[in-house]
Structures are given as C-alpha cells and as structure tokens.
C-alpha cells in the first residue's frame, strides 16, 4: 500500500483546498486494486503554497501552524505505512487510523460499554473513578477524548496537579495503572492503533509502606469501648478476620458450607457425616437427609423422623479435622491454590455461629435480602449476597469499617498483616507464612 500527501482540486469556500491523503493499493486494472481519498482537517490557500517541499509559504495566514500539522500528517502517514507494512494493522484500521476514528470517540464512551461489559463490577468501578481522577487533575468538564487520554503532556500535568493535591506517589502510580489497562484494552480489540507504553518519568517512587499491626492490649482496649450489638459485630468481624488467616471482607461473606472437608473422608462434609453419624450425650444418633431441602437433619428421637432440628457445625468441630476449602476473593481469578482453614469449635465455630445470630437479628428488618434464611440455611453463611454486587457489599460493611477504625483505630485489612507479622516472630518461614496467607 502507498500513502501520498495531495491537494483537493475542489476549491472551498474562502479559497481554501483540503490536503488529502491518497491511499493506493495493487495494480491499476487488477481486481485486487485500491484507491481512496481521506480528506485532512487542514485547508491551504494554494497562491501561498509550496508544492514542491509541501509547506506553506511566509506569506501564507498562520502559515507556522500549518507547517506543524503538515508535519503531523506525514508522522500519521508513516505510522500507518510502518504498522501496515509489519501487520500490526490490518487495511482497514490503517484507514481508521487516517481518518481519526475509533470504534469509541472518547474514553467515557468505551468504559460505559466494554469495560463495563467485560469487566466485573468493582474493576469496572476502579476504571470509572480513575477516568473521574483524570477530568478532575486536568479540569475537563466534558468527555475525555482518547488523544487527551493518551497524551504525554496531559499525563505529565496529571501527575504533578494530583501530587500538588495530596495524593501519594502510590496513588498516582495506581491511576496510572489503570490509564494503561484502559488504553492496552483498547488497542486489543482494535479500537485504538498503538500498544500505550508508559514513560517511566512518569512514575513516583513509592515510600515504603508502614506495615500496621495490631497488639492484644489494642483489641482489649477495642472491646472496653464496646456499647452496642453493632460495636461488638464489628470486633467480633475483626477477630474472625485474624482467626481464618487475614481474610478480606468479600472473604467472610463468601464462606459456604459446601466448601466444608473432612480430613479423614477427603469429601464434602455432608456425605461425610451421613457416613459416621454423629455423637449426642454418649449416644449415636441417626441421620438422614431430607430430599426436598437438600440438607442434612438430626433425628432427636433416633429412628422416629420427628423432633428434629438443624445440625449444628459445631457437633464435629471437636475432633478438629475439619477445614474449609477457600478461594480467595482477591487473586480467585489466578492460578492461587485453595485455602485450607482449620473450624474448630472454639473460638472460630462459635464466633461464626454468635456473629450469624446476631447479623440476623440487627439487619432483619432492613436488609432480609443478604441473610441467610431458615427454609436455605448455610452453617458457614453469615450473610448471603453477591460480592460481585459492589453497591450492595459496600451498603453492607460501611457502617462496620467506621466502627472499627473509631474503636480499634485500625482498618480490617491490618488482621493480614496482624497474622503474618505474629507468625513471622513466631519464626514461620516466609515460604510457608505466603502459603498460609493464600499467596
């Protein structure tokens, strides 16, 4: 393919003409040949014009300006001639490419619909709040074009106007992140026509981050200033949090009672049960499932089926080989082993059974749809919701994160440092203390 500069022979209003980009393709006569025109945005007066060398004279209006996205032209007409002649572009996003468009004409545009489609809800949200940061450091009011979103210089006084504004170096090289992931997404699936690389003049050195651990006398101090059934909840959340090895908040609403495994029988606990039955004051009692619900029954009255009640997860913490089998929320999408974490009856089986009588009891009202019900109840389950539902999980725990840091004077993410820094002077290993922590 060939790609020339021409002059529209079509005189404009004013006396302007139009410079062109003339695409060729294939021989002349050929059923393969290609010819097409691309009209520029830049009009000459042809009298002030130099043919020859292709620039405007002296004596032409504005005639450095024009020179400039003359020489803008040429810079597109070689990017297109080089990505199409190395196939990095097809025939037709090297058309696109002249013509100034994508697919998406601006940022917002392309986060509302693919990123939005292919994206969970809390990336997607992470994407819109980053593009927010953007309009916000460079005081754009409208849309964000995808020249504006790619530009050096933009990126340059994005970085210095949200340091000047208080942000972290971390902060800014997170935003910048993300401006990356928008961009390379794009350029992916053909929208945009070059891979964004980021200069790395652009980067903020980090500061080391203070790893915040809390102490025992901190959680004492903690459940001094407990007043409410909510306060406890929310020390209550922290604790459990540090028990089942740092996990997050999308962590504990994800415990399943499925996911429940027997060290002796390797298999979901339920069968498991069914198998050995278990022990009530010294007597083996029966088990049965019942068809309709799906769940495992104690028959109190041994073989009569009647006077029953849920069985307790408690009833075989005692022999402490019961373990749940969890993906973490974080990194459930990498090639992370499961979890194994031990359920003993104490303290974690009985902190789990006591925050779900207590949850039911302080959001019954309010919000019944994240609860576990009693005709579907989950043994593990404190609440019952999609994570991936991110208005509703963040409804959910606002109202405990501001508990918490008000009592304790920590966030819950510090359990996982908590935990990793007590095992680490404990003199666990880092090999096994990531393996521990779900790494």
């Not at 208080?166 to 053909?190: C, E, L, Q």
């Not at 604790?239 to 609403?253: E, H, K, P, Q, S």
């Not at 039955?277 to 009647?306: F, Q």
Request: some cysteine.
């Amino acid at each position: 393919m060939r790609i020339t500069l021409k002059i529209d022979k079509q005189v404009k209003k004013g006396g302007l003409q139009s410079i062109l980009f003339y695409l060729s393709h294939g021989k002349a006569g050929s059923p393969n040949q290609y010819r097409k025109h691309i009209t520029s945005k830049v009009r000459i007066r042809l009298k002030h014009f130099d043919q020859i060398n292709f620039r405007a004279l002296p004596k032409h209006v504005d005639h450095a300006g024009i020179n400039k996205a003359i020489r803008e032209l040429i810079d597109m007409r070689d990017t297109a001639l080089s990505n199409y002649n190395t196939a990095n572009w097809s025939h037709e996003q090297a058309v696109n490419y002249l013509r100034g468009r994508t697919a998406y004409d601006n940022v917002d545009n392309y986060i509302e619909t693919e990123m939005k489609r292919t994206r969970k809800p809390v990336t997607y949200q992470d994407y819109k709040n980053t593009l927010a940061a953007f309009k916000k450091h460079l005081n754009i009011t409208g849309v964000v074009t995808w020249h504006e979103f790619t530009n050096y210089n933009n990126h340059e006084t994005f970085k210095r106007n949200a340091l000047k504004a208080g942000r972290t170096g971390t902060s800014v090289n997170s935003y910048f992140k993300k401006i990356r992931a928008i961009i390379n997404d794009a350029h992916m699936r053909g929208y945009l026509h070059s891979k964004f690389t980021l200069n790395k003049q652009l980067r903020c050195p980090e500061r080391p981050k203070r790893i915040e651990t809390i102490s025992p006398d901190d959680l004492m101090k903690a459940i001094d200033k407990i007043k409410t059934l909510r306060d406890w909840q929310s020390v209550a959340f922290y604790l459990l949090m540090f028990l089942t090895r740092g996990m997050y908040l999308a962590d504990i609403v994800n415990f399943k009672w499925a996911n429940l495994k027997n060290r002796v029988f390797d298999e979901d606990m339920s069968d498991a049960v069914i198998k050995r039955g278990i022990t009530v004051d010294g007597d083996r009692m029966p088990l049965y499932e019942d068809e309709a619900l799906g769940k495992v029954w104690l028959s109190l009255d041994k073989d009569k089926k009647k006077g029953h009640e849920w069985l307790s997860l408690s009833k075989y913490y005692e022999d402490g080989y019961d373990y749940l089998v969890h993906r973490r929320s974080k990194t459930k999408e990498q090639g992370n082993p499961d979890m194994l974490i031990r359920i003993d009856k104490h303290p974690t089986g009985n902190l789990i059974q006591t925050l779900q009588i207590t949850v039911q009891y302080t959001h019954y009202k309010n919000m019944p749809l994240i609860l576990n019900h009693s005709h579907n109840i989950d043994h593990l389950s404190i609440f019952n919701y999609d994570t991936d539902n991110n208005e509703l999980h963040k409804k959910v725990w606002d109202n405990y994160q501001k508990r918490i840091k008000e009592l304790l004077g920590y966030s819950y993410k510090t359990a996982r440092k908590t935990f990793d820094t007590y095992a680490m002077e404990l003199k666990v290993t880092s090999t096994v203390r990531r393996i521990l922590l779900g790494h």
